[in-house]
T-cell receptor, first 114, second 112 residues
Framework: AQSVTQLGSHVSVSEGALVLLRCNYSSSVPPYLFWYVQYPNQGLQLLLK??????LVKGINGFEAEFKKSETSFHLTKPSAHMSDAAEYFC????????????FGQGTILTVHP | DAGVTQSPTHLIKTRGQQVTLRCSPISGHKSVSWYQQVLGQGPQFIFQ???????GRGNFPDRFSARQFPNYSSELNVNALLLGDSALYLC???????????FGQGTRLTVV
């Protein structure tokens, strides 16, 4: 079985500040890890993914995440927040016999203040 | 190229009724998955189909069923609707079942 825990259901930052959204996972097999963003009343858009190889993954819109196996973490960061980053962010895991099944965290709502 | 398309975008049903949601995957994608997203929560996996075969099923009652057609489009059916079935239903497609998933905009189902 796999699971994802996102620490902090709400994160608030000022425009230009560092964004850090935390994700810890549990998986009995090598995981594939994903971050998705969801804007109100819309579907999910993939920000970035880790499958194998380099543990620091760069995604769209200036976001990046680092896979740390020893800490079972995959935290999402962005050096400088923009107002357009305000949205809900979901961390997800898949792998093993359930490659096609994504298990999502509860989500973190990011608010960006001017 | 068109992305994943879902229809309808919104619908309202009465308790006890049945509903069918439709999904067209990205051209060339052979796998379709369905997720339920209740307000304030992350999406929950319902089904995955690959090459018209069910590959996985989440922890949902038998009232939920799905199928995939020869053109790889898919339908999700929910019978005997309950108030708790109110949610955003998301469809995702991928080239194969274990590659990157692309999501549609979802169908917002309200059960009254």
């Amino acid at each position: 079985a796999q699971s994802v825990t996102q620490l902090g259901s709400h994160v608030s930052v000022s425009e230009g500040a560092l964004v850090l959204l935390r994700c810890n996972y549990s998986s009995s097999v090598p995981p594939y890890l994903f971050w998705y963003v969801q804007y109100p009343n819309q579907g999910l858009q993939l920000l970035l993914k880790y499958t194998t190889g380099a543990t620091l993954v760069k995604g769209i819109n200036g976001f990046e995440a680092e896979f740390k196996k020893s800490e079972t973490s995959f935290h999402l960061t962005k050096p400088s927040a923009h107002m357009s980053d305000a949205a809900e962010y979901f961390c997800a895991v898949s792998g093993g016999t359930s490659y096609g099944k994504l298990t999502f965290g509860q989500g973190t709502i990011l608010t960006v203040h001017p | 190229d068109a992305g994943v398309t879902q229809s309808p975008t919104h619908l309202i049903k009465t308790r006890g009724q049945q509903v069918t949601l439709r999904c067209s995957p990205i051209s060339g994608h052979k796998s379709v998955s369905w997720y339920q997203q209740v307000l304030g929560q992350g999406p929950q996996f319902i089904f995955q189909y690959y090459e018209k075969e069910e590959r996985g099923r989440g922890n949902f009652p038998d009232r939920f069923s799905a199928r995939q057609f020869p053109n790889y489009s898919s339908e999700l059916n929910v019978n005997a609707l309950l108030l708790g079935d109110s949610a955003l239903y998301l469809c995702a497609s991928s080239f194969e079942g274990n590659t990157e998933a692309f999501f549609g905009q979802g169908t917002r189902l309200t059960v009254v």
